[in-house]
């Protein structure tokens, strides 16, 4: 029985692998095949002439998709970035007073901070769009990077509070007993024992802020503030772009987190592991 139930695991977990990585690769390989190679028939499941060629047109080339493409990569990394540093700062603030001070209505505070992560996000999205209205704050970068903050700072906090729970009370009683203030405990003795719970809520929160798209979507109507994510989906429908340029610019839309979440993977686990966990 428990080898039949090892095997039908084992056949799930390579059919939902085959099924999340054949779009994956079908894409790379289109995004380094000339138009006729990629609707060639039969299909060519190899590309049999690579080239980088498409990748060179968008990120030098002239024109109004290069343009397109460029511009929506710095749109997004400046957003990713802009947002992962206000919420880390933020999180890193609000997780410290959270676990080491007492305040009256702390744990009231602190779990209605959490209960925020039980709605759905897109519930917000109307009154958010008509507070960003208001404010003048639609097609900024400003309005956007606020939308990320106040979605991403709830998760940030719980992790980083898990993290300055864990650690033991009597270090930061001994700053305090060789005359440093709270801030100087916070800053020269917390903080580089939390380092690695800090780096997990900043890979995290990058990542999610680059996986938005309703956001930005009804939130930057134009080229000024739109990600790639929203810039690539807009391009079928206001060019005629080859196949070919379009999984290009798929490609580069993955390949950053992509290689961050590859390359700190060990980070982003314990990050979630340590949110899961109270």
């Excluded at 979605?151 to 509070?161: A, D």
Aim: charged letters at 10%; a positive charge; proline letters at 5%.
């Amino acid at each position: 029985m428990n080898r039949h139930r090892r095997w039908a695991r084992t056949v799930g977990i390579v059919l939902i692998v085959i099924w999340s990585i054949v779009p994956i690769y079908w894409a790379a390989k289109a995004s380094v095949q000339t138009e006729s190679d990629a609707r060639a028939r039969p299909a060519q499941y190899v590309p049999l002439h690579p080239t980088l060629k498409n990748f060179t047109n968008l990120l030098t080339g002239n024109g109004d998709l290069a343009t397109s493409i460029r511009r929506s990569m710095i749109n997004i990394i400046v957003e990713c970035a802009a947002a992962t540093i206000v919420t880390v700062v933020l999180a890193t603030l609000a997780a410290y007073a959270f676990a080491r001070m007492r305040f009256r209505g702390r744990t009231v505070l602190f779990y209605a901070v959490l209960a925020t992560m039980a709605f759905p996000a897109y519930t917000t999205l109307i009154p958010l769009y008509r507070i960003m209205s208001d404010f003048g704050l639609v097609n900024t970068y400003t309005g956007i990077v606020l939308v990320y903050v106040s979605g991403f700072l709830p998760l940030g906090t719980w992790v980083l509070h898990n993290y300055f729970a864990s650690l033991p009370a009597s270090i930061e009683e001994a700053g305090v007993i060789d005359g440093a203030s709270r801030v100087q405990v916070l800053w020269y003795v917390l903080l580089p024992l939390a380092r690695p719970g800090i780096i997990s809520t900043a890979l995290i929160t990058f990542l999610f802020a680059w996986a938005q798209f309703l956001f930005p979507l009804v939130l930057s109507s134009d080229l000024s503030t739109q990600p790639l994510t929203v810039t690539i989906a807009a391009l079928q429908g206001r060019h005629v772009v080859p196949t070919t340029l379009l999984s290009a610019a798929g490609i580069l839309a993955i390949a950053i987190p992509a290689v961050i979440a590859l390359a700190f993977n060990r980070y982003i686990v314990n990050g979630l592991l340590a949110g899961s966990t109270k």
